[in-house]
């Protein structure tokens, strides 16, 4: 291997001991949510720690504040969060003179001064700024159906002096409060309309109530017929789309596969669509169940049960089912029967398995996943500006499906929240996946000149990636390049030309996380819209955000930290302020290529990868 590659071995080592965890199962993460999607991001990033340049110890580069000593900063004081570049930085500086976030309060309380600055116009150009924080962060803090219940009051309550808004009363109140209702449902409308009829009663109350106030202020009138549309648009989706949505089952990546629908463009999931998942038993068979994304572990369990009953090969019924997941290593994490969403949680080769409790420690990875079987990459017969191109528009799709709301929901709430972050979850494991996919393709070719060409390529691949600025790709096929079973195979990398060597290297220094990632940082300030970040990241400086600084100090919000929260989810609808557009390949290939890159066939146990990389070079070679 390159002497230049040497300063991040041991921290690629921390990183690939992460990813054997495949998922951040074992006996500390049984169970899903917050624990389980925290581990998902350190199986992805494991960057939550700084390794120095010369390879000295770690160090915190964020360290959260201590209960004796809550964050709370003032207008003036400067809680940039260490992720920003320096533009940015400035930029936010800019921003900062010009308005001053709202002072901490109690939730309620900071609603009712949304409502006055939004009549009053109190705050003059940066109401939008001030709307946009509450709209993006309210959840932390006040939840949905408080919020509406507060909205709702305010539109019929009269104003007094000393209570509420002494200034601002009549139609000016009602007019603000059906504004900032508007914008709630223009932010929430995909999430809403999941809801069904658990949220959809709100604009139907709102509309109700604003019908009666007519007569007193016909200046409603739009509005009013605004709200009406609101109500059936949340109660009644457009046929064609509930109708598409009952015909779809929805694959996701290796779990649950169907060539021609993985073809097609990748849309949001949403937690109502169906899924065929195959779920095993001790013996490795298995029974294939169609269910919701999000339904809980018990439904789950319930179809299981129904299938196996008519199965010859279960001649009794099982008494007390369990759902565990298995890793491709061996390890296990078992479901509680109140878990929802279990299937975006698990690893790139974790599957499900049904069994009784006593069985749990007999449980084995499948067959196929603990053995593999040596043979050349369709990958050569491919080139590297298709595949490249494939990574590109697929990861596109993927980070396009992603609601603003799943990163606060991902980081603030875990499995409390009230909207899963599904889509999310998705463009994790396809990091993860690529990662892997780059170490199995070198690390199963038993040629040394066309593991030489595979080098060179997936080179090539990272370096159109960065071109098209798709970084998520471009760091992970890094980031699989630098797998220590693939550093290690000297004589590969010593057959590797000059010129790609020092490509190399210079894309390592922009996976350094030494500075807090500064290499990556000015990379991705140097870019413009449209973009694909590299996702974990932005996940670890919205988790370092949260617990360097307190969200309450008893009953009063830190509203300055919902600011920094905001501001960090505005930067990815920065990112994809811009449409991407790539001209489609007339080639031939072009639809094998196209299937190959959207279901990547890898080998995520670290260990194994090492066995196959010792068989390749042998450690006295």
């Given at each position: 291997m390159p002497a230049g590659m040497k300063p991040l071995e041991k921290f690629l080592k921390k990183q690939t001991n992460a990813l054997t965890r495949a998922g951040g199962f074992g006996d500390k993460a049984v169970g899903t949510g917050a624990s389980r999607r925290r581990a998902s991001l350190s199986r992805v990033v494991p960057?939550?720690?700084e390794t120095s340049p010369e390879g000295g110890p770690t160090r915190d580069v964020f360290s959260p504040e201590t209960e004796e000593a809550p964050c709370w900063p003032s207008a003036a004081a400067d809680i940039r969060s260490p992720s920003l570049s320096s533009d940015e930085q400035s930029s936010e500086a800019s921003l900062d003179t010009s308005w001053t976030p709202l002072a901490a309060d109690t939730p309620e309380n900071l609603a009712l001064t949304l409502l006055d600055s939004v009549a009053g116009k109190r705050y003059g150009n940066c109401t939008e700024i001030l709307l946009d924080d509450f709209m993006l962060t309210h959840p932390i803090f006040l939840a949905s159906d408080k919020f509406q219940q507060v909205l709702l009051q305010q539109f019929g309550a009269e104003g007094r002096q000393g209570e509420g808004w002494p200034s601002w009363d009549g139609v000016e109140r009602k007019q603000a409060v059906l504004s900032v209702a508007f914008r709630?449902?223009?932010?929430?409308?995909?999430?809403?309309?999941?809801?069904?009829?658990?949220?959809?009663?709100?604009?139907?109350?709102?509309?109700?109530?604003?019908?009666?106030?007519?007569?007193?202020?016909?200046?409603?009138?739009?509005?009013?017929?605004?709200?009406?549309?609101?109500?059936?648009?949340?109660?009644?989706?457009?046929?064609?789309?509930?109708?598409?949505?009952?015909?779809?089952?929805?694959?996701?990546?290796?779990?649950?596969?169907?060539?021609?629908?993985?073809?097609?463009?990748?849309?949001?999931?949403?937690?109502?669509?169906?899924?065929?998942?195959?779920?095993?038993?001790?013996?490795?068979?298995?029974?294939?169940?169609?269910?919701?994304?999000?339904?809980?572990?018990?439904?789950?369990?319930?179809?299981?049960?129904?299938?196996?009953?008519?199965?010859?090969?279960?001649?009794?019924q099982p008494a007390n089912l369990i759902l565990v997941a298995v890793t491709s290593s061996g390890e296990k994490a078992v479901f509680r029967p109140s878990d929802e969403a279990v299937f975006t949680t698990l690893g790139v080769n974790t599957h499900l398995f049904a069994c009784e409790p006593s069985e749990l420690e007999s449980l084995m990875p499948l067959p196929e996943e603990i053995h593999w079987s040596p043979g050349d990459s369709k990958l050569h017969d491919m080139s590297a500006e298709e595949v490249a191109n494939q990574l590109v528009v697929f990861d596109w799709e993927l980070f396009s499906c992603v609601h603003e709301v799943e990163f606060v929901c991902y980081v603030f709430h875990g499995e409390q929240a009230r909207w899963r972050p599904l889509n999310l979850e998705l463009v994790l494991q396809r990091c993860s996946e690529v990662q892997h996919w780059v170490a199995t393709e070198i690390l199963q070719c038993q040629s040394l000149p066309k593991r030489v060409q595979l080098l060179r390529k997936?080179?090539?691949?990272?370096?159109l990636c960065k071109q098209q600025q798709d970084l998520l790709s471009f760091l992970a096929v890094v980031l699989g390049l630098d797998n220590p079973?693939?550093?290690?195979?000297?004589?590969?990398?010593?057959?590797?030309?000059?010129?790609?060597?020092?490509?190399?290297?210079?894309?390592?220094?922009?996976?350094?996380?030494?500075?807090?990632?500064k290499s990556y940082r000015d990379l991705l300030a140097s870019l413009r819209a449209p973009l694909i970040p590299f996702t974990p990241l932005l996940l670890k400086d919205l988790t370092f955000l949260h617990e360097s600084c307190k969200t309450f100090h008893g009953e009063l919000v830190n509203f300055e930290k919902m600011h920094k929260v905001a501001e960090m989810v505005r930067s990815i609808r920065r990112y994809r302020s811009t449409q991407l557009v790539m001209e489609a390949e007339?080639?031939?290939?072009?639809?094998?290529?196209?299937?190959?890159?959207?279901?990547?066939?890898?080998?995520?146990?670290?260990?194994?990868?090492?066995?196959?990389?010792?068989?390749l070079e042998p450690k006295d070679m």
């Open positions: 960057f939550f720690r709630y449902l223009d932010t929430y409308r995909e999430l809403l309309q999941e809801e069904g009829d658990r949220s959809n009663s709100f604009p139907k109350d709102l509309y109700l109530c604003a019908v009666q106030e007519l007569s007193r202020f016909p200046e409603l009138v739009e509005d009013v017929l605004k709200l009406q549309r609101w109500t059936e648009i949340l109660h009644n989706p457009a046929e064609e789309d509930k109708e598409s949505r009952k015909k779809q089952v929805r694959p996701l990546f290796r779990h649950f596969r169907r060539i021609d629908a993985c073809l097609q463009p990748r849309e949001a999931f949403r937690g109502s669509d169906e899924i065929f998942c195959r779920v095993y038993t001790p013996d490795h068979s298995y029974v294939t169940i169609r269910s919701r994304l999000s339904c809980r572990v018990g439904e789950i369990l319930a179809l299981v049960r129904e299938k196996l009953q008519y199965s010859e090969d279960q001649p009794t997936f080179i090539k691949i990272a370096a079973a693939v550093s290690r195979l000297r004589l590969t990398w010593e057959g590797l030309p000059g010129k790609f060597r020092k490509q190399f290297q210079q894309f390592e220094s922009i996976a350094d996380p030494s500075r807090n990632h007339p080639s031939p290939s072009h639809l094998q290529t196209k299937a190959y890159v959207r279901q990547l066939q890898v080998i995520d146990n670290q260990n194994l990868l090492f066995e196959m990389s010792c068989k």
